[in-house]
């Protein structure tokens, strides 16, 4: 037969079942938070390596945008730099070729090596065109030049070719008085022209020879790797 329990032992088994639980609510929470504190390091764990990962990113974009920006800043500068030598050397250049346009006119003064080049100039023509009768237009303060080269140049030409030549002088076609001079040799019934004065020797020569006056003057081109 059980007996009813008093008032003090009501009182005891509330406390006990109490703090039971308690004691499971305080472990509980305890578990609760030490799973949500794992949670919140996971989260925090990934969102630094979020960030970390966006900032090294970012990082590595700016780095290749300013090392970019740099290569081109370089590259502008060296072509700006490579340009004022070429304009610098390219003004040497025509000074010098003007230089020797200017002492063109001076080579004529001397009348018998000006006659040789006439001569030669002449023969140049004629073997070029191989015909037999051909003009020659030069200056008319030339001519009296002229007509003693002509008669050299017959006697070569027939020496080298065996055979005669008619040469005329084309008093109505006279080469410019401004021009330095030198000959022009026609044939072909007036349709060829071979313009031997010495204006246009100069601008051959400016063509021909200026890849080799540059080498004289500044040295071989480095960067260049094929040559004619």
């Known amino acids: 037969m059980s007996h009813a329990m008093s008032d003090d032992q009501v009182a005891g088994e509330l406390k006990k079942m ?3 639980i308690r004691q499971e609510a ?4 305890k578990e609760i938070q030490i799973k949500a504190d794992e949670e919140f390091a996971i989260e925090k764990s990934k969102l630094v390596r ?3 990962s ?7 974009k700016k780095f290749k945008q300013a090392s970019m920006s740099q ?3 370089r ?11 070429l304009s610098a050397r390219q003004e040497l250049l025509d000074e010098l070729f003007e230089k020797a346009s200017g002492k063109l006119a001076g080579y004529t003064t001397d009348k018998g090596k000006y006659q040789v080049t ?9 073997y070029a065109l191989n015909e037999d009768k051909v003009a020659i237009r030069g200056r008319k303060q030339d001519y009296h030049v002229i007509e003693r080269s002509i008669e050299d140049a017959k006697k070569e030409y027939k020496n080298t070719m065996k055979r005669d030549i008619i040469i005329d002088i084309d008093e109505r076609n006279p080469q410019p008085d401004g021009s330095s001079g030198g000959v022009s040799i026609v044939g072909g019934n007036g349709k060829i022209d071979i313009n031997n004065t010495l204006d246009e020797r ?3 020569l400016e063509s021909d020879a200026l890849p080799m006056v540059r080498v004289a003057l500044f040295g071989q081109n480095e960067n260049r790797k094929f040559y004619d």
């Open 18 to 20: 109490t703090a039971f």
């Open 26 to 29: 305080l472990e509980k929470a």
């Open 50 to 52: 979020q960030e970390t």
């Open 54 to 60: 966006t900032i090294d990113s970012q990082f590595e």
């Open 71 to 73: 290569q081109i800043t």
């Open 75 to 85: 590259s502008t500068l060296s072509n700006k730099t490579r340009l004022k030598v």
């Open 118 to 126: 006439c001569k030669n100039l002449i023969l140049e023509g004629l």
């Open 202 to 204: 100069l601008k051959l």
